[in-house]
């Protein structure tokens, strides 16, 4: 495989300190994908370590990994996130790196990095993956994983590259923002949406418990859910097993938001939810009173 000039090097000159390179995708398991990018890196800084954190994000779902890179960064050690979910690869949009107090971020300038770059505290520079030194020789456009992406985080994490020598700099409010669904509030619920379905069929919103706090409830209380034309009256629980097996139950997952749950079983499966399906939540006995209704306080 050939190298880019500017980061061809033998064993001997490998500098001795270097930076994980935490890597997500949407490649998948079944294709080389996730291997071959793990490939370029070891050929060009074989003393770097990749965790993988994870790869079968839905395909092309860009918001899907975006929510699972803000959910695993503050738990990844500081050196360099690799993100790749790019269904515009090959066309105008831009590969990017973007610095942080946490490390460098890499990826295509369509959202993905966005909310984990915010999460880590911002960006003070942003630039695009222009070098050609640092780009491998490609016949085909639809790899950049592979071909721009892989080297410049391998550089970066063995310290061969300055972030400075990965390509032009660009203005900070030229990168694509990935815009989030708010919490709205009304009198009586709380309105959110799902986020996140994971492996269990648990299903994430963007509610917090300071949301429902705000209605005067707390773990142990009745909760009244409703998922599009359906509602449901649900146990505010801290663990599975408080309710019995096959109920239904709202609790606060691992990166404390409001989830779905079914002890045993897969809220996706029991109730009509997947990813972007709209939630509300109220006290049992109260009416749902649409937010433009709302007399504003004096």
Known sequence: ?????????????????????????????????????????????????????????????VRAAALGLVRA?????????????DPGVGTSRRPIAARTEWGVFIGPDNGLLAPAV?????????????NPELVLPAEGLTFDGRDRFAPAAAVIASGQAQFEDLGTSIAPDSVTPLMMPLVEHDRNAVSGEILWVDHFGNAQSNVTPQDLATLGLAVGDEVVVSIGATEHELTWVATYGEVAPGDGLLHID??????????GGRADESYPLADGVAVTLRKPGTAFVPIQSVSPVV
């Open 1 to 61: 495989m050939p190298t880019p000039a500017a980061i061809h090097h033998s064993a001997s000159n490998l500098p001795p300190m270097t930076q994980p390179i935490s890597f997500l995708s949407d490649f998948g398991r079944v294709d080389e994908f996730v291997g071959v990018v793990h490939g370029v890196v070891a050929r060009i800084a074989p003393e770097v370590r990749v965790i993988d954190i994870g790869h079968d994000f839905p395909r092309g779902n």
């Open 118 to 130: 915010a999460m880590v505290g911002g960006a003070d520079k942003f630039v695009s993956l222009d």
């Open 73 to 85: 960064i503050q738990y990844m050690p500081q050196g360099v996130a690799l993100a790749v979910v």
């Open 254 to 263: 691992s990166y404390g938001q409001v989830a779905i749950a079914v002890h």
